[in-house]
């Protein structure tokens, strides 16, 4: 026999506690909102442009003389970071001054620093003209997947839940922006994979909310709007944590054994899973008792909206 | 009984198969492969250079740089179209992308517009009232143009990448302007950056002795041009005709060597063409000194000492042996149409492609027997067929990454793990929905019906939003990005199949075999 996570005739009440939950969310959302635009992003190499170099040495590296070491060849700002092990070094360079050409040629002042006995075991050069593509490209795909999405749910189900699931996957993006602004996370090509993970897993869970709303409104034609709903979370919630469940258990193996890149990576995504659950279950879903679902007269009595 | 038509049971039986023997190649070596039968199939995934080790580029086409030197021959040939049909003008100048003129009489403005465009046809010419002409090349024919130049710039930088023996390399244009040059295995591209670096421009020029060569100053018909050579710490310049006697296209072979004082040296070979060319001038010439100019650079300056009719030349020049050997590379892979603009390197290790490789393994096997673990906890002898399902799932996305040669990078693992937590997804809408239908009332069988086919549009629905996202990732992602989008589509279509085919015949076979009469679920 099986565990049973969540009782089987669960009945939280989520439509009630609504407006107690999206002032929440909507503080910690205004929170990353203000995060961006006052403190910003902590732009890495993709975004940016410049050079990162990780390297490997025979012995443990002494890292404050090779940062007075490289800033004495190129311009800006050096850092310099221990990469998993004391011989391991992960040095970022910021954007030369000057076109792609001055990238390639601090590259080589540095390489002749370093010397040959170093292993290089990455080295990125990203001048300015592919880090504002990359930039264009990141910020269309965010908002394309958001749109085709909404039309697609649109198509599916009806404008009401489009727009619902959209404001909830702009909350779940916006989650996962703030956390590499207020932890001054790298935000480099995959924050942007990151994100559209989140959105697509977030999706994923509110469209099963959704389904089972649209079959409960065919089944139980008279019964009020927020018990309709209230009951679809409820039926499906054991389905939500279960799956978030065993999501977020591969995410932390990949974290915890994946070696420092993966582990960058999969972090955010963690985060961005987390918000997506929660958001589906508590927003996307009582959002939708703010809109027109039924004609007038059945709407729920308790409804703002019904005279 | 649950009944499934003998047709799904040998498509569900089938794919499967299918899968193992697709992703069976993977575990062997090359070598091991040989030896196979030849319908055995060969393939393995392709492992992206952040994961095998390599070296990446992008490299960008000037257009600029070929629009100015078209202006500047259009500049030329309307010089001369106009004082051939004695038209006066002045303040003949290039502009970025055009030539402008002023005719001093106005009242020729037709007949110069003819003419003009008699000579060249694909120009555009308007003009003012007051006898101001402005030439320029129409948008089709720019495009054109800047087609033709990518096309022959990626020819050539397979030419050049080919002539270094590098193995499987990948070149490929990138949107309007770009070449994407992939090289795996290289872990230091410093040699090719410099390949790539050159336009590889060749040309054999007189060098005009009756001016002297002041750096910045050219007098007219002439460049000034730096050599290689310094004379007193400065840099030697020439006075070089703008026309060539011959030029590299006509070249049909270039080879290292060293000439009788063992100095590195290239020897060269003219076509037919470019031999009669040479050997006119030279005849004509003997005593004058010419210039041999690569990207107006000056290599050499040889005084000629007599005719050279068998197109047989030697070019010297202060070279390295390495550097002899580039540059008859270069002459025999020919000169770009336009300078190459190094937009981007990124350079992995072996030792690191390795480890990522090793901790990717370790990570996804983690993932696997933690959502297992967790699926037998939840729904013992169902979690257990949806952990089959899982299996499978992974081992027929392998088969289909071998088989399509998409390539697995980094992200694309990350991709692989997060595809066993959702591939589990829709057992567990089915599950949930066969516990519900049970509580309902339902019988076994009709229970486990009712599940499957009830969770069906939920899972399309589900499935098909996520896709979207995942295409577009595909469509506006680049290298990493889109390895992430296609091991996690792929992954997304195969998990339709394995939760819903795979484990409704598993859950057949077992209650047949079984005849239960209540579900461990």
Known sequence: MGLQLIPYNANYDFVGKKNFIFGILMAVAIVCLGYIFIVGFNYGIDFKGGLLLEIRTQQAVDISKLRSDLSGVVEGEVTLQEFGSPNDVLIRVERQPGGEEAQLAALGKIKEKLGASVDYRRVETVGPKVSEDLIRNGIFAIVWALVAMLVYIWFRFEWQFGVCSVITLAHDALIVLGLFCIFRLEFNETAIIAVLITVTYSINDTVVIYDRIRENLRKFKKMPLRDLINKSINETLSRTILTSTTTLLSLFGLYLFGGPVIAAFSLPIIVGILAGTVSSITVSAPLLLHMHLRPDQMQNSTDAEVL | ?521
């Open chain 2, 1 to 521: 009984m649950i009944h499934i038509p003998l047709w799904r049971t040998l498509l569900t039986v089938g794919v499967c198969l299918l899968g193992i023997i697709f992703v069976s190649p993977n575990f062997f070596t090359r070598e091991q492969l040989e030896h196979f039968p030849s319908w055995f199939p060969k393939s393995k995934v392709v492992l992206g250079l952040d994961l095998q080790g390599g070296a990446h580029l992008l490299l960008e086409v000037d257009f600029d740089a070929v629009l100015k030197d078209q202006m500047t021959s259009l500049a030329d040939a309307t010089r001369t179209v106009l004082r051939k049909e004695r038209i006066g003008y002045r303040g003949l100048a290039t502009k970025n992308d055009a030539v402008i003129l002023t005719l001093r009489n106005p009242d020729d403005l037709e007949k110069a517009k003819t003419v003009l465009k008699q000579n060249e046809r694909d120009i555009e010419i308007t003009s003012t009232p007051e006898g101001q002409l402005t030439l320029s090349l129409n948008e089709n024919t720019i495009s054109e143009r800047k087609k033709s130049a990518l096309a022959q710039s990626i020819e050539i930088v397979r030419r050049r990448v080919d002539e270094t023996g590098t193995a499987e390399p990948f070149i490929q244009r990138q949107g309007e302007d770009r070449i994407l040059v992939q090289l795996p295995g290289l872990d230091d591209p410093t040699r090719i950056k410099n390949l790539l670096g050159k336009t590889a421009k060749l040309q054999f020029r007189f060098v005009d002795t009756s001016v002297t060569a002041e750096p910045g100053k050219p007098t007219p018909g002439n460049d000034v041009l730096p050599s290689q050579d310094k004379e007193e710490g400065h840099v030697v310049h020439y006075a070089v005709k703008k026309q060539a006697i011959v030029s590299g296209e006509n070249l049909v072979d270039a080879q290292p060597g060293f000439d009788q004082y063992n100095r590195p040296i290239v020897s060269i070979r003219f076509d037919s063409l470019g031999a009669k060319k040479f050997g006119d001038a030279t005849k004509n010439n003997v005593g004058r000194p010419f210039a041999i100019v690569l990207d107006n650079k000056v290599l050499s300056a040889p005084r000629i000492n007599e005719p050279i009719l068998d197109g047989h030349a030697q070019i010297s020049g202060s070279f390295t042996v390495q550097e002899a050997q580039d540059l008859a590379l270069l002459m025999r892979a020919g000169a770009l149409p336009a300078p190459l603009k190094i937009l981007e390197e990124r350079t992995v290790g072996p030792g690191l492609g390795a480890d990522s490789i090793a901790s990717g393994e370790y990570a996804t096997i983690i993932a696997i027997l933690m959502v297992a673990a967790f699926m037998f906890i939840a729904y013992s002898f169902f979690g257990a067929i949806a952990n089959i399902a899982v299996v499978f799932n992974l081992l027929l996305l392998f088969a289909a990454l071998s088989v399509t040669h998409a390539t697995l990078t980094l992200p694309g693992i990350a991709g692989i793990a997060l595809t066993i937590g959702m591939a589990v997804d829709a057992n567990v809408l089915i599950n949930e929905r066969i516990k519900e239908e049970i509580r309902l009332g339902r019988k076994m069988l009709s229970a486990i019906d009712a599940g499957y086919n009830r969770a069906m549009t939920t899972i399309i629905d589900s499935n098909l939003t996520t896709l979207i996202g995942v295409g577009l990732l595909y469509y506006f992602g680049a290298g990493p990005t889109r390895g992430f989008a296609v091991t996690t589509s792929i992954g997304i279509i195969i998990s339709m199949f394995t939760a819903i085919s795979l484990t409704k015949q598993i859950v057949a076979w077992w209650i047949n075999w079984k005849r239960p009469t209540r579900l461990p679920i």
